[in-house]
């Protein structure tokens, strides 16, 4: 660290909202995917093929609320927001960490989406040719690209010795706007295609079946509330930070806290994907009743005893 240089200071009073916000922001995001892990963990019921893609997305949001959240509040903090400035290190390990994590976040909700299209669209191909194996081996090989993808700041960077480790002048504007952005874009596109496909599939089923039209129009209202429910929240989360992103390396300008309040949002994300994912599934829901009840009553014995 050279110490003749001059970091960005930062007033911690003014800091001090976005941390209670991220402090609390982390131990939501947590909380909920804990849930999720160890329900699949303790109820053998839930130990099924999809609901292994559901792990992988509660554990990379587990790691955003636990890793990547705590690592930005070190932005808020002036001590350490100077040795991001000073050291390249460990202002490039921040930024990767976080965008690594978030979009293998990202690419999670993708294969969830893809895995529920295939099953419903072909379900005896489903029963026979998805296995446990190659789920885990799709799963790994989405991770390893997520980490190849956002490892690259390592080695393809402007980091500049005493500059300011701000994410639009580290990141490269091509990597992130084409390579980062157009990545989750096409996530995007496939999650919404599959959705579309489930849906498409659904009608048909009930016209075939001759459901009662307003049966019909139930279960597709269902449906339609479902998608939105995955790809709304998922882009109100998600839109504020790629505009920022694409207008502050465009334009060069950066409203701090506006920018700071769209990270927030996109982290918001992890947490809500509990909620989506785990929370609307009946078997979930009797499975976590469950974990919380038996903590519980195991609470109350100790509290007796």
Not at 33 to 50: D, E, K, Q, S, Y
Not at 265 to 286: A, I, Q
Request: charged share 15%.
């Amino acid at each position: 660290m050279n110490e003749n240089c001059t970091a960005v200071t930062v007033a911690l009073e003014e800091n001090i909202p976005f941390i209670v916000l991220d402090i609390f922001l982390g131990i939501f995001i947590c909380s909920g995917n804990i849930l999720t892990i160890i329900a699949v963990w303790r109820t053998p019921i839930l130990r099924t093929v999809p609901n292994m893609y559901v792990v992988s997305l509660a554990v990379a949001d587990l790691m955003v609320g636990g890793l990547a959240v705590p690592s930005q509040m070190t932005f808020f903090i002036p001590s350490l927001r100077e040795l991001h400035d000073l050291n390249k290190t460990f202002c490039l390990f921040t930024h990767a960490t976080y965008l690594f994590l978030a979009t293998t976040s990202i690419y999670s909700m993708g294969l969830i989406s893809l895995d529920r299209a295939f099953y419903i669209g072909y379900p005896l191909r489903y029963q026979r040719l998805v296995t446990a194996n190659k789920a885990k081996c799709i799963i790994a090989c989405t991770w390893i690209v997520s980490l190849v993808v956002n490892t690259v700041p390592a080695y393809y960077n402007n980091w500049k010795s005493c500059g300011d480790c701000n994410l639009f002048k580290v990141m490269p504007a091509m990597y992130q706007i084409c390579v980062q952005i157009g990545m989750i874009v096409v996530v995007c596109i496939i999650t919404a295609t599959s959705y579309g496909f489930i849906f498409k599939i659904a009608r048909s089923k009930h016209v075939r079946d001759r459901q009662p039209a307003s049966s019909r129009f139930q279960a597709d209202m269902k449906l339609v509330k479902t998608f939105f429910m995955v790809f709304g929240l998922f882009m109100v989360c998600w839109i504020p930070l790629l505009i920022q992103v694409i207008l502050g390396h465009l334009t060069g300008i950066i409203i701090r806290r506006i920018f700071f309040s769209a990270l927030f949002l996109s982290n918001l994300n992890s947490g809500m994907n509990f909620f989506v994912y785990t929370v609307k599934d009946s078997c979930f829901r009797r499975a976590i009743a469950k974990l919380i009840c038996r903590n519980k009553q195991k609470i109350e014995v100790a509290g007796f005893t």
